[in-house]
């Protein structure tokens, strides 16, 4: 069974600009799941999608954003990047709710 | 404010030593506490997970301690190898939601 997959791998932005990545959770996992990992600060929540529909959100500006298609693959948007936005973002899907959360490899985002 | 506290930040053990990372929370809605292993490129990976009608749990050379009254739980790992050379995370949940809170992190590494 294929893990979570994340497009792209790597980003190079500049401040100001938008982007849009991208996630594939595991086949039959309805949740998706967004974290945000930088040094020192570890894993921050972004917020989690569970049947097309966000069920929670974490503590990050409305420059972030995300959506949940029939498919379950899911899409997280920041808008009108900062230089702190740099940061490896983190895509998990489980089954269910509440249960083991299985990560993808990440997408590396750099804002310059 | 961080919902998890983790230490040490980092943490050097001989090959065949034990591996002690402790972390510690306050709500006690949590109700379930996994670890994640993270190697450099890739996403973060499950290595054990407790709920708290237990005070121990052990998988292989992994163990988990955890105290209920003092709100802390520890991550053992006995006989140390350097194939453990990891970033070790601790994390924790409530009951309904999905939202995980992540320790910052510890960087382990196991000299041969």
């Known amino acids: 069974k294929a893990g979570v997959t994340q497009t792209p791998r790597y980003l190079i932005k500049t401040r100001g600009q938008q982007v849009t990545l991208s996630c594939s959770p595991i086949?039959?996992?309805?949740?998706v799941s967004w974290y945000q990992q930088t040094p020192g600060q570890g894993l921050q929540f972004l917020f989690e999608?569970?049947?097309?529909?966000?069920?929670n959100k974490g503590n990050f500006p409305g420059r972030f954003s995300g959506r949940q298609f029939s498919n379950s693959r899911s899409e997280m948007n920041v808008s009108t990047l900062e230089l702190g936005d740099s940061a490896l973002y983190l895509c998990?899907?489980?089954?269910?709710?509440?249960?083991?959360?299985?990560f993808g490899s990440g997408t590396q985002l750099s804002v310059l | 404010q961080q919902q998890v506290k983790q230490s040490p930040q980092s943490l050097i053990v001989q090959k065949g030593g034990i591996s002690i990372i402790n972390c510690a929370y306050e709500?006690?809605?949590?109700?379930?506490f996994p670890w994640y292993q993270q190697f450099p490129g890739k996403g973060p990976a499950l290595l054990i997970a407790?709920?708290?009608?237990?005070s121990e749990k052990k998988e292989g050379r992994f163990t988990i301690s955890f105290n209920k009254s003092a709100k802390q739980f520890s991550l053992h790992i006995m006989d140390s190898q350097p194939g453990d050379s990891a970033t070790y995370f601790c994390?924790?949940?409530?009951?309904?939601?999905?939202?995980?809170?992540f320790g910052t992190g510890t960087s382990l590494t196991v000299i041969p």
């Open positions: 407790i709920r708290p009608d237990v």
């Open positions: 994390a924790a949940s409530t009951p309904r939601g999905n939202q995980f809170y």
């Open positions: 709500n006690t809605a949590f109700d379930y």
């Open positions: 086949s039959g996992h309805r949740s």
């Open positions: 999608y569970f049947s097309e529909t966000q069920r």
């Open positions: 998990a899907s489980s089954l269910n709710r509440g249960e083991k959360l299985f």
